[in-house]
């Protein structure tokens, strides 16, 4: 069982670059979302997903973009990289209806803006 | 002010030593409140999960709530090295499904020493 799988783990772009990063998971969650960790800060939701073909905004989505076509796949795009970007990104999933709510995180994508 | 204040660290403890990680917020509230774990270069992992006030008890963790005072704790009896993490706290006021109100803590990181 792989759960949360996300691609590239690192990344270096180039200031007003694009790219997308992708985020998978096999079980079969209907909630998915992105959050970025920076140093000092902790994580920031940037945008989450209740269904195939329903995101929204989270606290900090600007710059970014995601779509959900799949309940499988949530991929997030960066537009015009900038350097305010560079950060550790983590998709992460749940079950509707669980007592916790309990995130399952995949295991990173380190994105440097230069 | 922040909503989740959490001591960045680092602390670092000799094993065996009990350790105590705490949080403190500021909105009345929040109901959920859990404790993730993240090791170095992987992502969190829910570790407890505790409703309202009181305590909660697994093996060597036990996690604190005391809504009178908007602080929380979790406990580390007999510290392991293995226990070396970043300790993060979150907590919310809906229950479980849809995590779009999660609130992270900014982490502690923890070294125990052998």
Redesign the interface.
């Known amino acids: 069982n792989a759960g ?1 799988t996300q691609t590239p783990k690192f990344r270096i772009l180039k200031i007003g670059q694009s790219m997308t990063l992708q985020c998978t998971q096999d079980m079969n969650h209907n ?1 998915m ?1 992105w959050y970025r960790q920076d140093p ?4 920031k ?1 940037i945008y ?1 997903s ?1 269904g195939a073909g329903i995101t ?1 905004k ?1 606290e900090v989505p600007n710059g970014y973009n995601v779509s959900r076509s799949t309940t499988e796949d949530f991929p997030l795009r960066l537009e015009l990289a900038a350097p305010s970007q560079t950060s550790v990104y ?1 998709c ?1 999933s ?1 079950e ?13 994508s380190r994105l440097t803006v230069l | 002010q922040k909503e ?1 204040e ?1 001591d ?1 660290g680092p602390l670092s403890v000799p094993e065996g030593a009990i350790v105590s990680l705490n949080c403190t917020y500021s909105n009345s509230a929040f109901q ?1 409140f ?1 404790w ?1 774990r993240q090791y170095s ?6 570790l407890m ?1 505790t409703y309202s006030s009181g305590n909660k008890e697994d093996g060597r963790f036990t996690a604190q709530v005391d809504k009178s005072s908007k602080y929380i704790s979790l406990f580390i009896r007999d510290s392991q090295p293995s226990d070396s993490a970043t300790y ?1 706290c979150a907590m ?1 006021e809906t ?6 109100k ?1 609130i ?4 502690t990181l923890l070294a125990v020493q052998p």
């Open positions: 949360v909630y979302y000092g800060m902790g994580l939701l989450y209740v929204d989270g983590f992460a749940s509707v209806g669980t007592l916790t709510g309990e995130l399952f995180f995949g295991e990173g | 989740v959490q960045p959920y859990m993730y270069r992987k992502g969190p992992e829910l999960y993060l919310s229950y479980g499904g849809a995590t779009n999660l992270f803590g900014t982490g």
